[in-house]
């Protein structure tokens, strides 16, 4: 019986951690890193080199994802072909690459939205705050803890794809998945709706009037008495606004605020 070396697991892995996106094109996308992941295990399952070359045109169809936990599909894909390897009934080419269409879309919307969206917003959020003054222990901190969790993320879930083999299309996509997926994302609004509470501080020096004694009314006052930080929150949702329904780049952004903050502080509108 043939079974795939830890060795030639690890080196599969390592292929895709750091070249998932050789020769990427338009035409491609991650097809060709995909190939040069399979290309060890494919040479340690099969003995000629004809049987390696067929194998590998298995592999050739297109295929995208979110490339951290898209590492599960080269783990299951891999436990798969050493299962057809062993002569396992029903595992041909339009199977295993009916499994990795199936995975590859719904695993980009989950990396898109919990890592993309929020992992990496909240990371670079405490790097921000750990940066200020010119701190290096923010770009440090990123580096280092991104690097770490990401690079240990990925192997668990190669490995267990491996593990699990076709089984892991219900794990990934199934309810329980959806329900855990959908709760993830909650918190993670959840926090970078705090982080922004902390980090982020809009205020106006505007007078509105003045009381009996003659001191002065400030606008700021009554605004942080009737809804705290309500500034803040109205340029957060304004920045999401303008990304998420107008289409507007985050550079596009930054520059608009950086204007709106140099004209309300000119104009005495914002503190």
């Known amino acids: 019986m043939k079974k795939i070396s830890k060795k ?9 951690w750091y070249g ?3 020769c990427f094109s338009h035409e491609h996308m991650q097809t060709f890193g ?7 295990i494919l040479k340690e399952l099969y ?63 989950i990396g898109d939205s919990l890592i993309v969206g929020t992992y990496i917003p909240i990371l670079l959020g405490i790097a921000v705050g750990l940066a200020e003054g010119g701190s290096v222990l923010g770009p440090i901190f990123y580096i280092i803890v991104w690097n770490v969790t990401s690079t240990l993320f990925q192997k668990f879930v190669f490995d267990k794809g491996y593990s699990l083999g076709g089984s892991a299309v219900e794990l990934l996509v199934g309810e329980k998945a959806t329900a855990f997926r959908e709760s993830v994302i909650v918190m993670g609004q959840v926090i970078v709706g705090a982080m922004a509470a902390s980090w982020v501080n ?18 700021q006052a009554n605004l942080d008495g009737a809804f705290p930080k309500i500034l803040t929150m109205l340029f957060v949702v ?20 950086a204007l709106i903050a140099f004209v309300g502080s000119v104009a005495g509108i914002l503190g």
């Not at 590998?56 to 891999?78: D, K």
């Open 8 to 16: 030639t697991l690890n080196s599969s892995f390592w292929r895709w």
């Open 202 to 219: 809009i205020t106006t020096p505007l007078q509105i009037a003045t009381n009996s004694e003659g001191e002065p009314v400030m606008l």
């Open 47 to 109: 003995d000629t080199h004809d049987e390696q070359s067929q194998k590998l045109e298995t592999y050739y169809a297109f295929f995208n994802t979110e490339p951290q936990i898209g590492c599960i599909v080269v783990g299951v894909t891999a436990g798969l072909e050493e299962a057809r390897a062993n002569g396992a009934e029903g595992i041909d080419d339009e199977m295993i690459n009916g499994i990795r269409a199936g995975l590859m879309g719904p695993l980009a919307g």
């Open 238 to 257: 304004f920045c999401w606004w303008l990304q998420a329904k107008k289409g507007m780049s985050p550079i596009k952004v930054l520059l608009l605020m």
């Open 34 to 40: 995909y190939m040069w992941a399979m290309i060890p």
């Open 20 to 22: 998932n996106l050789t």
